[in-house]
């Protein structure tokens, strides 16, 4: 009797795991998209440029994933996006914590638009990507025995 009740949850979790895999395409797909569409709307400076690189993120981030899935990796976004041990957090920090400058510069640059949104969402990104690896590497230290 229990073998049967855990057929339906086993075929419902693959179910969601399978839809879970395609879910994320269809977003950065849709991503793509919007880049594409703000590119070639471009009223205003820098407009094309944030257009282009939001539709190419999109693309590229899209095809890491699906490498990252064939190469049999964890298909957990905590794991493709986050490091796990001190020597990587120690070059991840300051990376993020230069393209959030970066982001602020930018933001900086453009008094409106499409750039200065950029700007100000590359560094609230860069900032929670620094925040995340900080407690994503000490929870694996704390998970670890001693």
Excluded at 62 to 89: N, P, Y
Aim: net charge negative.
């Amino acid at each position: 009797m229990d073998d049967t009740s855990q057929m339906p949850d086993d075929a419902a979790r693959a179910f969601w795991s399978w839809l879970g895999f395609w879910l994320q395409f269809l977003i950065l797909g849709l991503l793509a998209v919007i880049g594409a569409f703000v590119a070639s709307g471009a009223e205003r400076r820098g407009d094309y440029t944030c257009g282009i690189l939001l539709s190419l993120a999109a693309i590229a981030l899209a095809f890491l994933r699906l490498k990252h899935q064939l190469d049999g990796a964890e298909a957990d976004w905590r794991e493709f996006l986050l490091v796990d041990h001190i020597r990587s957090l120690a070059i991840a920090i300051p990376l993020f914590a230069i393209l959030g400058l970066a982001g602020l510069f930018i933001a900086h640059s453009w008094e409106s638009g499409a750039m200065h949104v950029a700007g100000v969402a590359l560094f609230i990104v860069s900032g929670a990507i620094i925040f995340l690896d900080l407690k994503h590497v000490f929870d694996r230290m704390n998970s670890e025995p001693h």
